[in-house]
């Protein structure tokens, strides 16, 4: 069972990426889904989450109005749209499942690899 996470790079203060979290070796169309990050120095956050049907969503209050998580169970893939980053989005960006099917997620299975988000003024 693997969680890759990819579409990291660097962007300029202002700037757009979106982030995939592909899922192998099982389904995850029943369970929540999140992203986490983690800064140089600085403890692991949470960013967002989203229900196993994709009507729920939870969103850090720092991302809150510029992130979108969405997912496609067909795909086995998490997204995450990041718009309007600033330098202090920079991070590595890790992808999680959740032991169940809804939001707020208590506790997570399987946590993917972080792909790095540098954010430049």
């Known amino acids: 069972v693997q969680l890759q996470a990819s579409g990291g790079g660097s962007v300029q203060t202002g700037g757009s990426l979106t982030l995939s979290c592909a899922a192998s070796?099982?389904?995850?169309?029943?369970?929540?889904m999140s992203w986490f990050r983690q800064a140089p120095g600085k403890e692991r956050e949470f960013v967002a989450a989203?229900?196993?049907?994709?009507?729920?969503?939870l969103y850090a209050d720092s991302v809150k109005g510029r992130f979108t998580i969405s997912r496609d169970n067909a795909k086995n893939t998490v997204y995450l749209q990041m718009s309007s980053l600033k330098p202090e989005d920079t991070a590595a960006y890790y992808c999680?499942?959740?032991?169940?099917?809804?939001?707020?997620?208590?506790?997570?299975?399987?946590w993917g690899q972080g792909t790095l988000v540098t954010v430049s003024s």
């Open positions: 999680a499942a959740g032991s169940s099917g809804r939001v707020p997620i208590r506790s997570y299975d399987y």
């Open positions: 989203i229900s196993w049907s994709g009507i729920s969503t």
């Open positions: 070796g099982r389904t995850f169309s029943s369970n929540a």
